[in-house]
């Protein structure tokens, strides 16, 4: 499972946060909406490992 990494998260950040002050009323709220998108995948992402990590401990135990 390939996951964002921080610095992948803090570079599309920036970018976005650097198209913000060129943009229209429309493109702002885009770059808001893309935004929001890319901070729920990137938060998304510590409960899908955490839940990996819970399922590889069960099977950990399973075979023991």
Same mark, same amino acid.
């Not at 390939?2 to 992948?8: A, H, R, S």
């Not at 970018?15 to 929001?36: G, I, R, T, V, W």
């Given at each position: /499972? @390939?996951? /964002?990494? #921080?610095?992948?998260?803090?570079? /599309?950040?920036? *970018? $976005? =946060? @650097?198209?913000? #002050?060129? %943009?229209? #009323?429309?493109?702002?709220?885009?770059?808001?909406? *893309?935004?929001?998108?890319?901070?729920?995948?990137? @938060? =998304?992402? %510590?409960? $899908?490992?955490?839940?990996? @990590?819970? $399922? /590889?401990?069960?099977?950990?135990? =399973?075979? =023991?």
């Amino acid at each position: /499972m @390939d996951l /964002m990494t #921080p610095d992948e998260f803090d570079r /599309m950040e920036r *970018m $976005l =946060a @650097d198209l913000l #002050p060129d %943009s229209n #009323p429309q493109e702002e709220k885009a770059l808001l909406q *893309m935004h929001a998108r890319l901070q729920a995948i990137y @938060d =998304a992402q %510590s409960g $899908l490992q955490a839940s990996r @990590d819970r $399922l /590889m401990a069960l099977r950990g135990k =399973a075979k =023991a």
